[in-house]
Every structure is written in structure tokens, then in C-alpha cells.
């Protein structure tokens, strides 16, 4: 059996951050944050990584990226552009409506279906997930594989004190996810409690709500069902400019069509990521901690 493949979205402007914030140097070599992801799939199973990026990137990522992660580990790059997969009667209707950005997160993982050949996990390039999350999710992948997983995460470890995140709110039922919710707006407030105020009223959530980071983990054939669902969002949305195509999304249609069931993966991990600039130092110091305990080599790739 194919080893399992790590999937990394990595295409999106971080528009909060100010800047390409998958590419920013958080190690003591200058790693960035999907260097300790990939490494951390590399030595849980995963036999190659796919990153989508776009062509505009391409010179920047390989240099600082894939020239040191792909000395080591079997890479590839898929390129999700907002003509990518559309079709042209829509794609001229976006330009006319000043459309600048592609469709989402599903559409991104459409763009890399040539490049994967095995049961796959999805992460963001820009988040920390922690060695046990991979190792949980490899093991799972690299059994017969039929069902979709997902690694979810206690809300009160994912928030930013720099402002609002968004975030899945899933709801699991017997070791499966039932639902999930893409909320925004989520932030502890003054009182210590966490609220989602997106639609304008205080919604209160739990800390330990599990959440989703967007670390998925699928079965090949989830790609007929995923192409389903994202004509059916072009059909709904492409005259809406800003409109995307999410995962959690897509994952929430699978579970009420009854077309995939998907597993909640319990771990320990710890995450963290850099939703804005200012959360760089504490991510810093996340990995200089690793680090110093021996979680991480100094040198990560040789």
C-alpha cells in the first residue's frame, strides 16, 4: 500500500498578517512553520508532500522552501490560480464582476487531485499541529482507508490575543463528526468567556469546544463527491466576487448527503499558528521550546 500524503495549502495571502505569512522565518535555520509539519509527517509515515502554492510564489517558495525540505523528503507542486479549473463562460463572468482571488480551500485541494495518488491529509501552511497529530492521522491513513478523519482541537488553544479568528466549530457524536460550522469572529472577551459575535449577537462557546485547523485526512475517492459539491457551489455563487469554496464546507455537505463519514482523531497536540504578524514572537518562542526539549533537531533538515 501507497504511503499516505501530506497536502499543504499554501496558495493564500495572509490579508491580516500583512504579507506571505506560510513563508515567514520562525526556526533558529530559518524554518518556517510547514517545515516542522512536513518533518513531523515525514517521520509519522507520509511518503511525499504536495504544496499548492501559485506561479506568482513559485521562485520565492522553492528557494525557501522546497530547497531545503526537498533535499530530504519527495515533494511536489500543484498551482491553484483563479482560472484554475473553471470554466470559461464563469471565469469571464468573475473578471467583468473584478473577482482577484481564486475560489477556496476546496477548490485549492481540486487543483492538486492529479498530484495525489494515495489516502492524503490537508493542513495549512501556516499552522503548527504538532508531532502527535501526525502521528495519530499517518497511522490512520496507512490502514484501508474508506472514511475521511479530521484532527480537532479545544477552542480556548487556538485563539489570538491580537483579535477575532475564525474557526469550525464541530460537533462530535460517537467518535464521528456530525457537523461543522465555519464561525467568525471568535474571541475571549473581557469577562474570560469566548464568544463568536459574527453575526452581530454574542454567541458563548465553550472552551473546550472542538474546532477545526483544517488538518483533514481523506480517502482518493473523496474527489468525485468534492467536484459535485463545487459545481454546486459555482452554480450558487459565482457571481459573488468574494464568495469561496471551504472544506469545512464541503465536509459538512459529505456528512448530511451521507457520502462520507468522517472520524474525530483525539490528541494531545498542541497548536499554534500566526493568524496576525504579532503572534510571530510567540510562535518563535513555541519552537524554541520544542526545540530545547529535544522535540525538534537544531539543524531539522540536514
Known amino acids: 500500500m501507497s504511503k499516505p500524503v501530506v497536502v499543504v495549502l499554501a496558495a493564500g495571502m495572509g490579508s491580516r498578517y500583512g504579507g506571505l505569512k506560510q513563508m515567514d522565518k520562525i526556526g533558529r535555520n530559518g524554518e518556517v512553520l510547514l517545515d516542522y509539519s512536513v518533518y513531523d509527517a515525514k517521520r509519522a509515515g507520509f511518503g511525499k508532500a504536495v504544496f499548492i502554492i501559485r506561479h506568482d510564489i513559485e521562485k520565492d517558495f522553492g528557494e525557501l522552501v522546497l530547497g531545503r525540505i526537498g533535499k530530504n523528503f519527495p515533494c511536489e507542486l500543484a498551482f491553484q490560480e483563479m482560472d484554475s479549473l473553471i470554466p470559461p463562460e464563469i471565469f469571464a463572468?468573475?473578471?467583468?464582476?473584478?473577482?482577484?482571488?481564486?475560489?477556496?480551500?476546496?477548490?485549492?485541494?481540486?487543483?492538486?487531485?492529479?498530484?495525489?495518488?494515495?489516502?492524503?491529509?490537508?493542513?495549512?501552511?501556516?499552522?503548527?499541529?504538532?508531532?502527535?497529530?501526525?502521528?495519530?492521522?499517518?497511522?490512520?491513513?496507512?490502514?484501508?482507508?474508506?472514511?475521511?478523519?479530521?484532527?480537532?482541537?479545544?477552542?480556548?488553544?487556538?485563539?489570538?490575543?491580537?483579535?477575532?479568528?475564525?474557526?469550525?466549530?464541530?460537533?462530535?457524536?460517537?467518535?464521528?463528526?456530525?457537523?461543522?460550522?465555519?464561525?467568525?469572529?471568535?474571541?475571549?472577551?473581557?469577562?474570560?468567556?469566548?464568544?463568536?459575535?459574527?453575526?452581530?449577537?454574542?454567541?458563548?462557546?465553550?472552551?473546550?469546544?472542538?474546532?477545526?485547523?483544517?488538518?483533514?485526512?481523506?480517502?482518493?475517492?473523496?474527489?468525485?463527491?468534492?467536484?459535485?459539491?463545487?459545481?454546486?457551489?459555482?452554480?450558487?455563487?459565482?457571481?459573488?466576487?468574494?464568495?469561496?469554496?471551504?472544506?469545512?464546507?464541503?465536509?459538512?455537505?459529505?456528512?448530511?448527503?451521507?457520502?462520507?463519514?468522517?472520524?474525530?482523531?483525539e490528541t494531545d497536540a498542541g497548536w499554534f499558528g500566526v493568524t496576525y504578524r504579532e503572534d510571530r514572537e510567540a510562535a518563535i518562542k513555541r519552537i524554541g521550546e520544542y526545540t530545547a526539549a529535544g522535540v525538534y533537531p537544531e539543524q531539522l533538515w540536514s
Open 93 to 265: 463572468g468573475a473578471r467583468e464582476l473584478n473577482r482577484t482571488k481564486p475560489w477556496g480551500t476546496a477548490h485549492a485541494l481540486l487543483c492538486a487531485e492529479k498530484n495525489i495518488d494515495a489516502p492524503f491529509a490537508v493542513i495549512n501552511a501556516d499552522d503548527f499541529y504538532g508531532r502527535e497529530a501526525f502521528a495519530v492521522m499517518g497511522s490512520y491513513l496507512s490502514g484501508n482507508v474508506s472514511e475521511g478523519a479530521i484532527v480537532p482541537y479545544r477552542l480556548e488553544k487556538t485563539l489570538s490575543p491580537m483579535g477575532t479568528v475564525t474557526r469550525g466549530v464541530c460537533e462530535v457524536r460517537n467518535g464521528y463528526l456530525a457537523s461543522v460550522d465555519e464561525l467568525t469572529a471568535i474571541a475571549r472577551e473581557a469577562d474570560g468567556k469566548i464568544y463568536n459575535t459574527s453575526d452581530g449577537t454574542k454567541r458563548f462557546l465553550e472552551d473546550a469546544t472542538p474546532v477545526s485547523m483544517n488538518f483533514w485526512g481523506f480517502p482518493l475517492s473523496v474527489f468525485a463527491d468534492l467536484r459535485r459539491y463545487f459545481d454546486k457551489f459555482l452554480a450558487a455563487s459565482a457571481a459573488e466576487p468574494k464568495a469561496e469554496c471551504y472544506l469545512p464546507s464541503a465536509a459538512d455537505w459529505f456528512i448530511k448527503n451521507g457520502l462520507l463519514k468522517i472520524r474525530s482523531l
